[in-house]
């Protein structure tokens, strides 16, 4: 079992940076694929950066050139700096994590957080 939590979400304006942790529970963290997803009001919940075992990173195209996913095992922390934030950003964030490779798909992942609120003011 997996206990995900989030934090770092908050009111910010278009331009600023926010940087997202992830602190999970659990011996398995570094055997873990983790990865970041969002969901705005009345939209499906869409990837946003993956960073596997192995520290492979993956992101969407929304988002690459500004957000980067990290992670320190020792910690059982993964990290998403987001710069150059953008109004569309707006949404929930969530920390997931899953046993396999590599996966753009929310269905494919094992445990999530609850989430934490991010908004950005143009």
């Known amino acids: 079992q997996v206990q995900l939590v989030e934090s770092g979400g908050g009111l910010v304006q278009a331009g600023d940076s926010l940087r997202l942790s992830c602190a999970a529970s659990g011996r398995s963290f570094s055997s873990h694929t983790m990865g970041w997803f969002r969901q705005a009001p009345g939209k499906e919940r869409e990837f946003v950066a993956s960073i596997t075992r192995g520290g492979g990173t993956y992101y969407a195209d929304s988002v690459k050139g500004r957000f980067t996913i990290s992670r320190d095992n020792a910690k059982n922390t993964v990290y998403l700096q987001m710069n150059s934030l953008k109004p569309e950003d707006t949404a929930a964030y969530y920390c997931?994590?899953?046993?396999?490779?590599?996966?753009?798909?929310?269905?494919?992942?094992?445990?999530w957080g609850q989430g934490t609120q991010v908004t950005v003011s143009s």
């Open positions: 997931a994590s899953r046993r396999g490779d590599y996966s753009g798909s929310y269905r494919l992942y094992d445990y």
